[in-house]
């Protein structure tokens, strides 16, 4: 059944990197948690510096071994190790790993629509007679009510919500122009026009840079004018989970991008292999549909 | 199609010894191995735990420790059995198996392969630090809320529920690693002739549960980490005050929950009938029908997950949907276990130890299967919902149906892993022991449930002293016959009588075509099938 033009599968010798990431995970998850330990143990302020400087190491130590395990790929890419059945192996590897990005993004849509289509309106759907939310509409994008939570009082701030037609459309044309000169420069590739396929990853690249610029300003607009911020309820909480992960992912994208670019401009990569090419730019396409997704959901309606 | 060539990787066939040989490797038989010793450490690990839980519980009262550590042993303990215990043994078979079962030369992504594995430890390192850091006067232990994270406790909760939160985070990309491997090992490594309807059922079961890994554990890990957000962002997810809800935290935690125990299962599902085959002696019953009940259950399994909190609230035709199709699961689970029975059906039978875990698995996870169904039923939930019953059921499926599936795979893979015979004596004494000890462990718990005893609570009221007495015996028991298991695999991976290539007569498929133990390196040359 299964089709290779060679018969030898490529299995790469061992390497430190996988066990050394893991142990850099281990320093930054555990220098979080006690850099954060204060929050629920005042006693324990005294582990936040050190936990600070355990998650710079652990933080260090990933960023490198990744660069490292990657380069090694690399080298392997191009003194032709990895042939058509390799390649394959990539190809579903990488959609399988999409497929679980997707799901990840799901969790958040999925509190998103629980919380305004259930417990946002149900709050205030209470008996008049008995409700502790008196003058709570039920209304999105809504802060919730306000209550005590954990000992504290809540009282929700009045917040502007992020209306679509500013800088989020400004940002969706951003990224559906930079989902096209990714095509555009993939065609060049095809074609063997290495000045195409460089032009277009450059502007790809920068429409990307370009967008993450804008919701930086975004954010600085709502937290400093518009009385919105993570602790703003419902609204929120969704809204910065969602569109700070898209953010994340787009600047783990552009990265990536950068690093094709600079291949790209040392000759790697041909018409018929360049799976390392695809790879990030199925990504790509895959942020852009995220944000479709953001931006009609979360901005729009 | 012609016998394809896989050349020899000789380069690499002077691997690094010692240490570095475990840390650096890339060999899938390497790796399994890693995995199937982790789990085992793990499951000692995770049983002493409870062992604690059943002394405290010998007698009504506070004997042995205080309320808050009594729920931290459970947690860690359901934590640990679940996904380090269970999971990484399914995985350990995966790697071992599935490339000599689909005569591939190795799995896909050998590094990733690696560092799937390497994650393992940093987790089980995360799971368990908050007890050693407390007896330091760091924090006041690990997570007291069970394995299930519930709000508003875990956000009122100490250090101890960030480091299970990270812990799941680990364990959550080992997964997803794990399953992209599998996945793209079964598209893409079968050997020439093998279609995906001549796979072999152990396969099909893990490509299923590749796909429902890669489906749930990334909405699991949204969820804890709306969790920590929620702890220290200031973000109101699971708070009413701020328009959230403590409920919605159930809803994305069994969204992964339900399909997580056939996650567990459905690896199990795949190696049953190939024992079954090989101790009757005659093909397995319904290849088509099991494979596609095993879709079937994969694909259910994601809708019905609010049968775990009937009782939280939700509106009447919502009950009802969660109800009927939670029952629904059971139709493609009776296929199975008709395909099961009907392959000894009139088979030449015989009973080692494998075979004898086999059988004794089909009735104790029947057990399970159909205390799930009263289970299902919202009417009688009200009453058996957070107690003993449904403790006594997920035993019946996760150690019945888990554990002791994974075992009658040790027993019947072993020999093919190690090169030789296990000591069949021993391994009968085990089975019998393990079988009979967690009966008397756990009919009794269905009986305290019945009566009203809730779980997670470190004492109780004087009616319930009998039976909790038995279990309590009875689980010791149980844990120290897990000794005999252990001792066994040593001694057979120490040596024992030389076992054949196809060590059991009625041994079909392509693992068994290989020497035992089989080459560093596979399939030297990928075989063809007809
Ligand atoms: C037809 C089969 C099954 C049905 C109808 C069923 C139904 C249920 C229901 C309704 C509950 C919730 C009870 C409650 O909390 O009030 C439950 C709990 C549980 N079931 Fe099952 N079940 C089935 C099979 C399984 C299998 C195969 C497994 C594991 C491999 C399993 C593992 C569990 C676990 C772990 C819990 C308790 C979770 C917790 O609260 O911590 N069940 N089952
Ligand atoms: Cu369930």
Redesign the pocket.
């Known amino acids: 059944m299964t089709t290779h033009s060679n018969n030898h599968y490529y299995v790469p010798h061992g390497a430190l990197y996988p066990v050394t990431i893991s142990a850099g995970l281990l320093a930054l998850a555990s220098g979080f948690i006690f850099s954060v330990a204060t929050d629920t143990n005042k006693d324990l302020a005294y582990l936040q510096t050190p936990g600070k400087w355990m998650m710079y190491i652990g933080a260090a130590i990933i960023i490198l071994m990744t660069f490292k395990w990657l380069s090694a790929v690399v080298i392997e890419s191009i003194t032709g190790q990895y042939k058509q059945w390799e390649d394959k192996s990539f190809r579903i590897g990488m959609i399988a790993f999409i497929c679980s990005e997707l799901a990840f993004f799901a969790a958040f849509f999925g509190a998103l629509f629980y919380m305004r289509i259930i417990s946002v309106p149900d709050l205030a759907a209470f008996d008049p007679l008995f409700t502790p939310y008196k003058d709570f509409l039920g209304t999105w994008p809504s802060a919730g009510p306000g209550g005590v939570v954990l000992g504290t009082e809540y009282t929700p701030g009045k917040l502007t919500p992020m209306g679509a037609w500013g800088l989020p459309a400004i940002n969706t044309a951003l990224l559906l122009t930079s989902g096209a000169t990714i095509t555009w420069a993939h065609w060049g590739l095809l074609k063997d026009n290495r000045k195409q396929l460089i032009l277009g990853l450059f502007l790809t690249v920068a429409l990307g840079t370009a967008f993450l610029i804008c919701q930086a300003f975004e954010y600085y607009e709502a937290y400093t004018h518009m009385g919105l911020t993570m602790g703003s309820g419902a609204y929120g909480a969704t809204f910065f989970m969602l569109t700070g992960f898209h953010g994340f992912h787009v600047t783990l994208g552009t990265i990536m991008l950068i690093v094709i670019l600079l291949r790209s401009m040392k000759g790697h990569f041909s018409a018929k292999n360049h799976f390392g090419f695809e790879g990030v730019a199925w990504y790509w396409h895959f942020v852009d549909v995220v944000w479709l997704g953001l931006f009609i959901f979360v901005y729009w309606l | 199609m012609s016998t394809t060539t896989v050349a020899h990787h000789d380069e690499h066939t002077d691997h690094p010894t010692g240490i570095m040989r475990w840390l650096t490797t890339t060999n899938h038989k390497d790796i399994g191995t890693m995995y199937l010793t982790f789990s085992l450490i793990m499951f000692l690990v995770g049983g002493s735990m409870i062992l604690g839980i059943r002394a405290e519980l010998f007698q009504p009262g506070l004997q042995l420790m205080n309320p808050d550590f009594f729920n931290q042993l459970i947690g860690v303990h ?1 934590l640990i059995m ?1 996904f380090a215990a269970l999971m990484p043994a399914a995985t350990g078979f995966a790697n071992w198996m599935i490339p000599l079962q689909i005569g591939a030369p190795d799995m896909a992504l050998p590094r990733l392969n690696n560092w799937g594995f390497w994650l393992l430890p940093p987790s089980a390192i995360l799971l368990t630090l908050p007890f050693t850091l407390a007896l330091f006067g760091i924090g006041d232990g690990a997570l007291a809320t ?3 994270f519930y709000p508003p406790l875990s956000i009122q909760g100490g250090i101890g529920v960030d480091f299970a939160i990270f812990a799941v985070h680990l364990l959550g990309i080992s997964s997803v690693l794990g399953s992209i491997n599998i996945i793209v090992t079964l598209f893409n490594m079968r050997a020439p002739g093998m279609t995906f309807m001549k796979m072999p059922m152990f396969a099909w079961g893990w490509l299923i549960t590749a796909f429902l890994l890669i489906a749930t554990i990334p909405v699991l890990a949204g969820a804890v980490t709306m969790l920590l957000t929620d702890r220290h962002f200031g973000t109101h997810f699971f708070d009413a005050a701020g328009g959230g809800d403590p409920i919605m935290f159930q809803h994305l935690f069994w969204f992964f ?2 399909p ?3 996650i ?2 459905l690896p199990v599902w795949g190696f049953i009938p190939q024992i079954l085959q090989t101790f009757s002696r005659k093909p397995m019953y319904g290849y088509k029908a099991q494979v596609y009940s095993l879709i079937a259950i994969g694909a259910m399994s994601i809708i019905v997950w609010a ?5 939280a609230g939700m509106p009447v035709p919502a009950l009802l949907y969660f109800m009927y199709s ?2 629904a ?2 139709l493609p ?1 009776a296929v199975l276990f008709f395909c099961w029975i009907k392959t000894m059906w009139r088979g030449s039978m015989s009973f080692e130890t494998p075979m004898l875990f086999t059988v004794g698995w089909i009735i104790l ?1 029947g057990i ?6 009263v ?3 919202v009417a009688a ?1 009200a009453q ?4 003993y019953f ?2 006594a ?2 035993h019946y ?2 150690f019945a ?2 554990i002791m599936g994974i075992m009658a795979g040790v027993y019947y893979w072993l020999p093919k892993m190690t090169g030789h015979m296990y000591n069949e004596k021993l391994g009968q004494l085990h089975f019998w022991l393990t079988a009979i000890s967690f009966n008397l462990t756990f009919i009794p718990q269905f009986f305290l449930g019945l009566a009203g005893m809730p ?1 997670r609570i470190p004492d109780y009221a004087l009616q319930f002293a009998e039976f909790n007495m038995i279990s309590s015996i009875a689980a010791f028991v149980l844990g120290l016959s897990q000794l005999i298991f252990v001792y066994n695999i040593i001694s057979t991976v120490r040596g024992g009588k030389k076992a054949t290539d196809q060590v059991w007569e009625g041994a079909e498929g392509l693992e068994w075509t290989l020497s035992s133990p089989p080459p560093y390196h596979s399939f030297s040359e990928q075989p063809t099938v007809k």
Not at chain 2, 384 to 387: E, L
Request: aromatic share 16%; no cysteine; proline share 0%.
């Open positions: 359901a679940i069970g394995w299930t929950g339900h997580e125990v056939y567990l299962l049968h775990h909190f009937f009782t939670t029952m699961i059971s689970l996870f399970g299967g159909l205390t799930g169904l289970l299902a039923d939930d058996y919902h957070n107690s449904v403790v059921h997920f499926t996760l149906g888990g779980r």
